[in-house]
């Protein structure tokens, strides 16, 4: 186990409610589990998204925190949140990573790995 290491686990749904396919936007919400699976507290300080639809149009997305939040998350501990994105396409792929400083110091990033936007009823 890395002294450093935060393990994220996702969860995505469509929101059809949100969406308007006619003009091409699709929304999904997607649940972020963020693990502290180090050995010392450390902080998420900014985020970075690679969200990319299907017809390979790319958005980039920068910023501190969180949904508002910088949390400090003691080990064993873990964070969750809800946030949203919409593409143009009713099937996309995100993927990302968290930018964190522990609380000796030591900064360190936590991958995201790349996860499905799909609409249901949607083959890619």
């Known amino acids: 186990m890395s002294q450093y290491e935060f ?9 059809s409610e949100q969406s308007d396919p006619d003009g ?4 999904f919400a997607y649940t972020l589990t963020i693990r502290n699976t180090g ?3 450390a ?8 969200i990319t639809d299907s ?4 958005q980039e997305v920068k910023g501190l925190g969180v949904v508002g939040h910088q949390p400090l998350i003691p080990p064993g501990e873990r964070f969750e949140y809800t946030s949203w994105a919409v593409i143009a396409t009713p ?4 993927r990302g990573e968290f ?11 936590a991958p995201i790995a790349e996860f499905a936007l799909h609409m249901p009823r949607t083959l890619h």
């Not at 393990?7 to 749904?13: G, Q, W």
């Open 43 to 50: 902080q998420l300080i900014s985020r970075h998204w690679v």
């Open 7 to 15: 393990s994220v686990s996702v969860e995505t749904r469509y929101l």
């Open 99 to 109: 930018f964190c400083v522990a609380e000796d110091g030591e900064h360190f990033e």
């Open 24 to 27: 091409r936007q699709y929304a």
């Open 55 to 58: 017809d390979g149009h790319v």
């Open 91 to 94: 099937v996309g792929t995100m």
């Open 39 to 41: 050995e010392i507290p």
